[in-house]
């Protein structure tokens, strides 16, 4: 149960008072809350160094205007760090005319840049940022990005768990913007997965992500030649491509399939792709932009091989192997850790990468089956004394909710004064909340969608957030 309020008569006065001035100005009060989008948590410091969990839904247009509208000031942070930092070298311009003619996958990632350019020619009109001033900060991963990954399942986990998946980015801190860890859950409405990746604001392409089948996409540096002709995919979009391509819900498809998708590609940067799909189902992509004509760019994949610690656990590194041998620049103990055959827990797996590194940012994931895995993350913040975020620990549920998001008490969709007796309930007699709710009139809504700041409790922390999200 979820503690109830110390002084319940207090909290009402307060909610009703909130809840009154909110309903009178006809909008929410704060900046936790825009169409379509909803800060879950988010701690920064002064200089922006911290994180930020958000989730957007809705179509690409609208998943990138709320993205916009409430991380707006950090997108143009990260835009013109970016600018200043390929400036040095007077190269923004050209990489400018570069991401202009390459490929971008699926075709609704054009309608998220237009939105974020709208939505920032409004809030931000003196910044003057493009589509391709976006474009140029999404595509970070081509310059470099070395990495440590590696998952299992079978013997090495214990029911309910079923694959677990850790990767590590072990890249550099080009600018300060990315001392600022976003973890976006994302909900479109055309059909495809819903997934979470792990990156900085603004960035809508993939360079650690995993997606509601528990398949882990990531990009490793391997063979880094650089093809920057009309007409190429940069590998931060091949991710982000395949991992919202299959649908199919026999996951032992999903690879084959994407593969094969990919092979119609040619790649800007050469790379080792992760697509860890769970239970053995996934494997890793190989691709270089000067593979032999008529040879496809994606011109290698590599699967579980029995040989490799009974074929039920991979690792992914920077440098090759066919799955058969551990690859020469591996550092972590992957190789003592599996040859210990016992059930391996959430927090080894992630223990056995953090560890043995200082990545700029961390993901595991506890896969039990489609939509219902754990998932943790964490940022390293570059303030000269070693530190990181806090561990982000989060259900897959709590990212996305039964609902439209959090504070819908009624499940209709959205947050409106339908909800505001159901919150105070909740808010002033938790238990009594709880026994209505198992009855009518809402059996199907999850009560504690009331926790809106999720902090698993629901007092007087959660009456500003509620208020935030009222809908206009």
Same mark, same amino acid.
Not at 71 to 94: K, P, W
Not at 291 to 320: C, K
């Given at each position: ?298 011109? /290698?994949?590599?699967? #579980? ?7 039920? !656990?991979? =690792? ?5 192997? *066919? %799955? ?112 209505? /709710?198992?009855?009518? #009139? ?7 969608? !009331?926790? =809106? ?5 629901? *007092? %007087? ?12």
């Amino acid at each position: 149960m979820k503690p109830q309020t110390d002084d319940p008569s207090c909290l009402m006065i307060v909610a009703c008072s909130f809840l009154a001035v909110a309903v009178t100005l006809g909008r929410g009060v704060g900046t936790a809350r825009a169409q379509n989008g909803l800060i879950l948590d988010q701690q920064l410091d002064a200089n922006n160094r911290g994180y930020t969990v958000l989730r957007v839904w809705g179509s690409h247009y609208e998943m990138g205007y709320a993205q916009a509208s409430l991380l707006g000031d950090y997108i143009v942070q990260g835009v013109n760090e970016t600018e200043a930092y390929l400036n040095q070298f007077g190269m923004y311009d050209t990489v400018r005319g570069i991401m202009a003619t390459a490929v971008w996958m699926p075709t609704g990632i054009e309608d998220e840049f237009g939105a974020v350019v709208d939505c920032l020619a409004t809030t931000h009109p003196q910044e003057n940022i493009d589509e391709l001033d976006l474009k140029v900060a999404c595509t970070a991963g081509e310059w470099l990005y070395g990495c440590r990954s590696h998952t299992c399942w079978g013997r090495y986990v214990a029911e309910p768990t079923r694959t677990l998946s850790t990767r590590r980015l072990d890249f550099q801190t080009l600018y300060a913007s990315m001392n600022h860890h976003v973890l976006c859950a994302r909900d479109p409405d055309d059909g495809s997965p819903r997934w979470v990746n792990m990156g900085w604001a603004g960035i809508v392409t993939v360079a650690t992500g995993v997606n509601e089948f528990g398949t882990v996409a990531s990009l490793h540096d391997y063979y880094c030649n650089t093809d920057f002709a009309a007409g190429r995919m940069p590998r931060m979009v091949a991710c982000r491509y395949a991992l919202t391509l299959a649908t199919d819900p026999d996951i032992s498809t999903h690879l084959g399939s994407v593969y094969a998708e990919l092979q119609n590609y040619e790649i800007m940067t050469g790379s080792f792709i992760n697509y860890y799909v769970p239970e053995g189902h996934g494997g890793v992509m190989t691709c270089n932009p000067y593979s032999a004509e008529p040879d496809p760019d994606f011109y /290698h994949l590599r699967v #579980p091989q029995e040989v490799w610690h009974h074929g039920e !656990a991979m =690792i992914t590194t920077n440098a090759w192997t *066919d %799955g058969t041998y551990t690859p020469m620049d591996e550092n972590f103990g992957a190789d003592a850790y599996y040859d210990d055959e016992t059930p391996k827990t959430l927090e080894s797996h992630w223990d056995l990468l953090a560890e043995a590194g200082d990545g700029l940012h961390q993901l595991s994931i506890a896969y039990r089956g489609r939509e219902d895995m754990t998932i943790w993350g964490d940022g390293r913040l570059d303030d000269g004394m070693g530190g990181r975020t806090p561990r982000l620990e989060y259900e897959w549920g709590a990212l996305f909710g039964t609902a439209s998001q959090l504070g819908d008490m009624n499940c209709d969709g959205d947050v409106t004064t339908n909800d505001i007796s159901h919150f105070v309930q909740a808010l002033i007699d938790w238990d009594g909340y709880v026994a209505d /709710h198992d009855g009518d #009139p809402y059996p199907t809504c999850d009560p504690w969608l !009331a926790d =809106i700041n999720d902090d698993d409790a629901v *007092d %007087g922390l959660d009456i500003q957030a509620f208020v935030d999200a009222l809908v206009p």
